[in-house]
């Protein structure tokens, strides 16, 4: 069992969105939960009702919710996350370690977050390296390794490329889904690009070779560099092309149904009304809550590219009754274009199943506003 830190650990996991963020946070928790460590999860976006937290939260961890904006924008919000995660300084409950997850689509938090954070509140954390996740097929397309079509444009690219910049570790996850070769080769060019950088691959999802990566992250602290330059306003048009949507559906059927079957159903309906768009799906992912639970059990799919099937996460042991959907949809078109497929994709997935009624309770769809960084450090770390 690890000795309680006099001070608790902040450690952020950055990466574009469908990097494998949440996956990699859950492992890690339950990484450190096993070595006696109690863990806080803070989980953030541009609005309210994320799958993130839903998924973090049914494994059993204490999660804190920031909405409305990135921690860069939100700072005194992420303190407050933290304050209350430590149940007014109860020994008993306080997190030895913060876990922390950023908007996908948002970068600069080195000069944000973490350096802001050291500065202000260095008696209370210690900052790890911050850790910047990327989906190997997306990173090779980016960086020419691929010739397929299909990347986002310009401005998006921006963000992705400054994100890795930024990151002191840089983890190729779902090292699985590509041959090693291809592997090795992005671990090659990322090296190449971000030279400040520790490059590693691992698979979170399957297990495999996080230990080089949970000993960096747990034993070793954010050192001082050079504040990289950003161009908000570049920064800022690459956000706002990217469309956000985030609803609550309501299911209530007269007799039991398959909720895996459902949302597989929805996914494929709504992926096929974005194709004819050219939307670039960023991160499309969905949970379904039964009603009757117990033990906070879910059923989850998710979707991280256009040109790929949607993928069943989590299952539920028997059909349900009743429950709520939640659905999180991210991709580079816009807005009111999201809303409108996933209407039409609702009404025509809940009319092949001739016993269900679904009724959205919540949705809202936006793009994202300018960054305005609470604060913004620019010297380096003392």
């Not at 190729?172 to 992005?186: F, H």
């Not at 004819?276 to 033990?295: G, R, V, Y």
């Amino acid at each position: 069992m690890s000795t309680t830190p006099s001070k608790a650990r902040y450690i952020m996991i950055g990466g574009f969105l469908g990097a494998g963020k949440t996956t990699a946070m859950g492992k890690l928790a339950q990484h450190l939960t096993a070595q006696g460590l109690k863990v806080g999860l803070i989980t953030n976006d541009q609005a309210g009702g994320l799958v993130d937290t839903r998924l973090l939260r049914s494994q059993g961890f204490a999660t804190e919710e920031i909405a409305g904006g990135c921690f860069c924008c939100r700072f005194n919000s992420l303190v407050e996350a933290a304050d209350k995660l430590s149940n007014n300084d109860n020994d008993t409950t306080r997190p030895d370690i913060f876990l922390a997850e950023p908007v996908g689509s948002c970068t600069d938090l080195v000069a944000t977050v973490t350096y802001p954070l050291r500065r202000m509140y260095g008696d209370n954390f210690t900052i790890a390296p911050l850790s910047v996740l990327v989906d190997p097929t997306r990173a090779r397309r980016i960086f020419n390794l691929d010739p397929t079509p299909g990347n986002f444009s310009h401005k998006v690219v921006y963000i992705f490329k400054k994100q890795l910049e930024e990151a002191d570790l840089i983890l190729i996850n779902k090292s699985e889904t590509l041959p090693a070769e291809d592997i090795a080769t992005l671990q090659q060019t990322l090296a190449a690009e971000y030279p400040h950088a520790t490059v590693l691959s691992a698979s979170t999802r399957l297990e495999q070779n996080l230990t080089p990566w949970f000993d960096l992250l747990t034993n070793t602290e954010q050192t001082a560099r050079q504040i990289m330059a950003v161009d908000y306003d570049t920064y800022a048009d690459g956000e706002a092309l990217l469309g956000w949507l985030n609803a609550t559906v309501s299911i209530s059927p007269n007799d039991e149904f398959e909720a895996e079957a459902f949302q597989k159903v929805l996914a494929n309906e709504t992926q096929t009304r974005l194709n004819p768009l050219t939307a670039e799906i960023a991160h499309f992912k969905m949970t379904f809550s039964p009603s009757d639970s117990l033990n906070g059990e879910l059923a989850s799919i998710h979707l991280v590219r256009s040109d790929l099937k949607p993928e069943i996460g989590l299952e539920l042991d028997e059909p349900v009754t009743q429950g709520y959907l939640i659905i999180n949809l991210r991709a580079e078109t816009d807005p009111d274009a999201l809303s409108e497929a996933v209407q039409s994709a609702l009404a025509v997935t809940t009319a092949s199943f001739p016993t269900l009624v679904a009724t959205i309770d919540h949705q809202e769809h936006f793009r994202p506003g300018r960054p305005t960084p609470t604060h913004r450090d620019t010297n380096q770390l003392a």
